[in-house]
């Protein structure tokens, strides 16, 4: 058994040879990361792990090998790598709809409740489009239209914030494709400023 | 003699010169002219026409030609200049008479002269190709005569001076107008046009701005179009009688720009007279006099054009959006009917049915009617009425001229699909009711609808008439396997299948016991011969006719509602009954058990129940009694609501949720088929698209069409391309 076995076993519940919730507290604890931090959904991601909240020894092989990490120490080291690469423009968008992904828990789920979404949006964008995701948020919890948010809608959110010149939305044009809640949330913001 | 060569007979010219004598060109042309003197002084009888031929044809047979033809020239020129003395010397009226005495005595000697000099004029001058003889005839005439300045704008004036006599009224003679005008023409063509042609217009149209503007401020519309036509006849007969005919479009011409385009847009929106005023006062006449005159002009019908359209707009809008009009829908479309027959017949009477005025008419009333949104609930009403009681006594044409009319104000509907959801409603309340007038005219309405929109449009509405008349034989079936049941009540069901007719909920009630006997054994004889089918009965919608004895032994029929009768026949076993207890006893809902007592105790002449206390509303511990007294001057009462009515707010709230519903699963159904055969399209055209299919039935919201498209690509029909955001792909 090599050290990354050793490893996951650390945190892992004896009974079901999954590190569950309680052990991904105690790992993050280890790492002096938050369990909210970006980071640990990161490394969610570089585990291609499936089901929030649980990895499993293989997801976790997978992981710490791709990240030439056997120790703690070595995976407390490598986050910052982690983080670099994510942050690349090309991993960025397929980290990010990976991250909603992560979040649908239930079989058959396509949607997340609002939320869940405000929360993940934090995560995943609070730290590069601050504005944006005040506003969304803002905008998400007084809207009635939308009780869930889709896929769709989720990526429509990072290609706006991408694209979109904010606050003026100069170059946003409703008569495009975009997903008709950000039409809905480009005319709100427009009402506040008036 | 035998090799004697055959000679031809020739004949040979002389062959010796024949000498002249150099005086013979002289002498003869002495002959000549002095027979030139005697024609032009109308002393020609004593010539001899073979003589002055040969004497002509010998001077240029013998080489004398250009003697001759120049002392022709010469010898005219000389003679007209004296002329032109003579006719410049004319007074007054006279003057004219001299030039065209002159004139016609020029043309006189001209041809006697011509027919003299013939020979010359088919080789000498040929040969040389000088000018004829008749041509140089004329131009000598016109040079040394009308080109003579002294005579040239007199002439021109005295000409014009007529003309203008003649406009305010004067007699001219025209025949001699017509000589002196017929002169410039055979002058040619660019002597008609230069010496009087082009002067003639310019001075009408100096003359007839002046008219216009005279007439513009003292006149209506109606009499300066009288005035206007006129001028115009005249000058159309001024050509007739002594212009040239290629005159008459040119003259025209400047009548038409003075009198109707350089006042167009005045004449039009003329208050008080104009075109609206005219329109609102059915002035055929001046319509058509209006019409007539400004398709002569440039952009002449499309100023009028669009005066008419804007006024329709304006007039249909404040028809529609007044709300005192709105209160009885049958008078609403009635209105609206009647404007239109009105203004059909201004077109047809005064603008020639002209297709473009059509048209007009068409998209303003289009675009009026769909300003208020209740106006297909307003139609379908008009319908109604007509086909329950309007058309009784109507022959089958003007039946069918009647639905026509209502067809052309269906094609004007934008939200054609809510017309259907109430036609449906009001159909199906005719229907249950026995209320047609003609059950051809229904269908031949729903042919009409059935052309227009299509079978799917119509396909429901006539599963509605095809359960009826399954009912009716599953009526004669159940009464012929129960034979028993022929005394007692009489059941008559109609089986209505969900799905073609519009959506109820079922309603709870008790049924009288008498009545709810009867309803099982046709539930049990109909699940019979039907299993695997689930009856409900649509308590709401039933009627029933009750016989009634009242306290002084008055006899009554009445005719109620499902619910009145459940009501009703509770008093055959009790004389008093509080509200309460007919609830409790009847388990109809609060709102349907309070209407329905409203309608037997509150509404004069109907009150076969008294309520107490007397108030007007039904309150929850009001109680109820036959009314004894009950007199009706009819054996018949009517006591049931079924008719079909204008929607309250909430009702018309509830319509227009359920048409908005509707409409999602057709956009989608829209969206899936364009994205089918497209495989890629981009959001704008798929916009287009799906307006553009659904456009027959309703206008489409692109927010609503947009929600859709999303709606798909979460259910993953469609998904967006990756690398251009403005495609959507089709998933197979």
């Known amino acids: 058994m090599d050290r990354i076995d050793q490893l996951f076993n650390q945190y892992a519940n004896r009974s079901s040879n999954l590190i569950d919730p309680e052990g991904i507290e105690k790992l993050c604890s280890n790492l002096d990361v938050s369990h909210t931090d970006i980071r640990i959904l990161m490394l969610a991601w570089k585990m291609k792990a499936e089901k929030q909240g649980y990895f499993t020894n293989e997801e976790w092989r997978r992981g710490l090998k791709a990240l030439r990490a056997d120790t703690l120490n070595k995976l407390k080291k490598a986050l910052p790598e982690l983080e670099k690469e994510v942050r690349r423009p090309t991993n960025f968008a397929d980290f990010y709809a990976y991250a909603f992904n992560y979040c649908l828990t239930e079989e058959k789920q396509k949607s997340i409740d609002i939320e869940t979404i405000c929360q993940l949006l934090e995560i995943v964008m609070g730290s590069t489009f601050r504005a944006q995701v005040d506003y969304f948020v803002e905008y998400l919890k007084i809207q009635n239209d939308y009780k869930v948010i889709n896929m769709d809608q989720w990526m429509g959110l990072y290609r706006f914030c991408n694209e979109i010149s904010f606050p003026d939305m100069g170059n946003y044009n409703p008569e495009l494709a975009w997903p008709l809640i950000l039409d809905n949330f480009v005319e709100w913001i427009a009402e506040k400023q008036a | ?732």
């Open chain 2, 1 to 732: 003699m035998s090799n004697q060569k055959k000679r031809n007979f020739q004949i040979e010219a002389f062959k010796h010169r024949v000498v002249v004598d150099p005086k013979y060109a002289d002498k003869t042309w002495q002959i000549l002219e002095r027979a030139i003197h005697q024609i032009y002084n109308q002393d020609a009888s004593g010539l001899s026409f073979e003589e002055l031929y040969r004497n002509a044809y010998n001077m240029v047979l013998h080489k004398f030609g250009e003697k001759l033809y120049t002392g022709f020239i010469v010898t005219m020129t000389a003679h007209l200049k004296e002329k032109s003395k003579l006719i410049e010397a004319a007074q007054g009226g006279s003057f004219l008479e001299e030039l065209n005495k002159k004139w016609n005595e020029h043309n006189k000697a001209l041809e006697m002269i011509r027919d003299i000099l013939m020979y010359m004029d088919r080789t000498y001058i040929e040969s040389t190709k000088k000018t004829h003889v008749h041509p140089m005839g004329f131009s000598l005439w016109r040079d040394n005569v009308v080109h003579f300045t002294k005579i040239h704008t007199r002439l021109l004036n005295t000409l014009l001076d007529l003309v203008q006599k003649e406009r305010t009224g004067e007699v001219i003679d025209r025949g001699l107008m017509r000589s002196v005008i017929k002169m410039f023409m055979d002058l040619g063509e660019s002597v008609y046009q230069e010496d009087f042609e082009k002067p003639f217009l310019d001075a009408s149209s100096e003359f007839y701005k002046v008219e216009s503007q005279e007439f513009i401020e003292s006149c209506d519309c109606g009499d300066y179009l009288k005035k206007a036509e006129k001028r115009l006849t005249e000058e159309i007969d001024r050509v007739a009688h002594y212009l040239d005919p290629k005159s008459e479009e040119k003259i025209t011409s400047v009548v038409e720009k003075e009198m109707i385009a350089n006042h167009m847009q005045r004449l039009v929106h003329m208050e008080n007279s104009g075109l609206v005023y005219m329109l609102l006062h059915d002035k055929y006449e001046d319509l058509g006099r209006m019409y007539n005159l400004f398709r002569r002009v440039t952009n002449g019908l499309l100023t009028v054009r669009d005066v008419m359209t804007s006024h329709l707009r304006e007039m249909g809008k404040q028809l529609v959006t007044d709300p005192e009009k709105s209160k009885d829908p049958v008078e609403f479309v009635q209105r609206l009917l009647d404007e239109r027959d009105k203004y059909d017949k201004v077109i047809s009477t005064a603008f020639g049915n002209d297709k473009t005025f059509q048209n007009a008419l068409n998209s303003s009333f289009e675009h009026f009617i769909n300003l208020n949104a209740r106006s297909p609930e307003f139609i379908s009403l008009f319908v109604d009425d007509k086909l329950r009681k309007g058309l009784k006594g109507f022959v089958d044409v003007d039946v069918e001229v009647i639905l026509d009319k209502v067809m052309m104000l269906f094609r004007y509907l934008q939200e054609k699909d809510v017309f259907e959801k109430y036609y449906k409603q009001h159909l199906a309340k005719r229907l249950l009711s026995g209320k047609t007038v003609s059950d051809d005219a229904e269908r031949s309405l729903i042919v009409k609808l059935k052309t227009e929109c299509g079978y799917q449009f119509t396909s429901k509405l006539e599963g509605m008439f095809t359960d009826m008349k399954t009912s009716e034989d599953t009526m004669r079936g159940f009464y012929g396997s129960h034979p028993e049941l022929s005394e007692g009540p009489t059941l008559i069901v109609q089986v209505l299948t969900t799905g073609s007719w519009p959506t109820q909920p079922a309603v709870p009630c008790n049924l009288p016991a008498e009545v709810s006997v009867l309803c099982e054994k046709f539930r049990s004889y109909y699940l019979g011969t039907h299993t695997g089918r689930r009856l409900t009965w649509q308590t709401n919608m039933g009627t029933a006719d009750i016989k009634a004895l009242f306290g002084k032994g008055q006899k009554h029929e009445l005719n109620v509602s499902t619910f009145q009768m459940c009501v009703l026949m509770l008093f055959n076993n009790a004389d008093r009954l509080s509200y309460k207890e007919i609830e409790q006893a009847t388990e109809i809902p609060a709102s349907d058990l309070k209407r329905c007592l409203q309608s037997l105790a509150c509404v004069k002449g109907k009150n076969v129940i008294k309520k107490e206390p007397m108030s007007k509303d039904i309150g929850e511990e009001d109680s109820f009694y036959v009314n004894e007294k009950f007199t009706s001057k009819f054996y018949k009462v009517k006591i049931g609501t079924v008719v079909a009515q204008k929607e309250t707010e909430p009702e018309k709230q509830e319509t227009r949720q359920r048409v908005e519903e509707d409409r999602k699963p057709q956009i989608e159904a829209a969206i899936v088929r364009i994205m089918k055969s497209r495989k890629i399209l981009d959001h704008n055209n798929i916009i287009a698209e799906v307006t553009k299919q659904l456009q027959p039935r309703f206008l489409a919201n692109p927010t609503e069409i947009k929600k859709r498209i999303e709606s798909l690509i979460e259910r993953d029909f469609l998904e967006r391309d990756s690398t251009d955001r403005k495609l959507y792909r089709y998933l197979a």
